[in-house]
């Protein structure tokens, strides 16, 4: 098992939220939910921002382990770890935006 799915598994079972639970608010199955855990490359930003917000803990704790779980979600000690993370799905929705017109191109010619 992977250290970071390790560590949203300890915080998941220690809130008593189950994979049911974080797969419905996830929008994915159990399974894959518990993939997910196993194997931290399916984590994306979209996921690992909910998963976040769902366990309520601090974004950097995810990463160091030294940090307190229970701090603020997104203080200003992890707000560089929060920023890089925005400016990750903000390209990768700008990446998506510009499939979506380059198919619309392709569609309409």
């Known amino acids: 098992m992977n250290v970071i799915g390790q560590r949203i598994k300890n915080l998941r ?20 939910y518990g993939r997910l855990e196993k194997d931290d490359r399916r984590l994306n930003v979209v996921k690992l921002l909910k998963i976040v917000r769902i ?4 974004i950097a704790y995810i ?6 779980p229970n701090s603020a979600v997104f203080s200003s000690s992890n707000k560089e770890v929060y920023d890089i993370l925005v400016e ?7 990446h998506l935006k510009d499939e979506i017109n380059f198919l619309r191109v392709m569609v309409r010619s």
Not at 13 to 32: P, R, W, Y
């Open 13 to 32: 079972e220690e809130k008593g939220i189950t994979q049911e639970a974080m797969a419905l608010h996830l929008d994915v199955t159990q399974s894959n």
């Open 55 to 58: 366990l309520d803990v601090n």
């Open 63 to 68: 990463f160091n382990e030294p940090m307190n």
């Open 88 to 94: 990750s799905l903000t390209s990768e929705i700008q």
